[in-house]
């Protein structure tokens, strides 16, 4: 639908330009996607992508060629997002902080569960990534004392482990996921997505 509206507004605002340099006498060609995408294509085999518009001014021996391409934007659900990385290895917490900067996400980390109750309780994290096997306070442990205080507060398990007590207890609070190391980016990452969609 905003696709549609943007053609009606861009045809609107074309339409009224075109009328104005015609007046002035300046000749003016306007091709939609259409018509253009078949001059092409005819003309080198190769059909090209989107669906640019193009108005082509003359005025006396000077061309002047606009395109116009519209794209759907679709904004990251991540960007801007507190991501709080809980895991004992500092190798993981790392490669976990560049994945999510990327995504424009701001980072704080615990290396065990005792810092990541005190940092969620500082910080309030819009995501948490937390690991089971830590020192001092086990991830298990961690979330039971965020829930606590967050009950719906979006979680993702990680884990090297995959007991099933382990995934059970973790489904008993409502975690978003459960994903297993070697970390799968691709998929995390869509999983953090899913949380905020």
Not at 69 to 75: D, I, K, L, S, T
Not at 114 to 125: G, H, L, N, T, W
Not at 148 to 167: C, D, F, Q
Request: hydrophobic fraction near 40%.
């Amino acid at each position: 639908m905003a696709k549609e509206v943007l053609f009606e507004f861009w045809n609107t605002v074309v339409g009224q330009a075109i009328t104005a340099w015609d007046v002035m006498g300046i000749s003016v060609q306007f091709e939609t996607p259409l018509s253009r995408t078949e001059h092409d294509s005819n003309k080198d085999g190769n059909t090209p992508s989107g669906e640019p518009y193009y108005i082509s001014v003359e005025y006396g021996s000077k061309e002047l060629v606009v395109t116009v391409v519209f794209c759907e934007f679709v904004p990251n659900p991540l960007e801007g997002k507190k991501v709080l990385i809980v895991d004992d290895s500092r190798v993981i917490r790392i490669m976990l902080s560049n994945l999510f900067k990327k995504e424009g996400c701001l980072i704080h980390e615990a290396s065990n569960g005792a810092e990541a109750v005190k940092e969620f309780s500082r910080i309030r994290p819009d995501l948490t990534l937390m690991d089971l096997v830590m020192p001092e306070l086990g991830g298990l442990e961690a979330i039971s004392k965020i829930r606590g205080t967050a009950p719906h507060a979006p979680i993702i398990v990680l884990t090297s482990t995959a007991k099933k007590a382990e995934v059970v207890q973790a489904a008993k609070f409502k975690v978003k996921g459960y994903i297993r190391k070697s970390v799968d980016q691709e998929k995390l990452i869509d999983l953090a997505k899913n949380c905020f969609s």
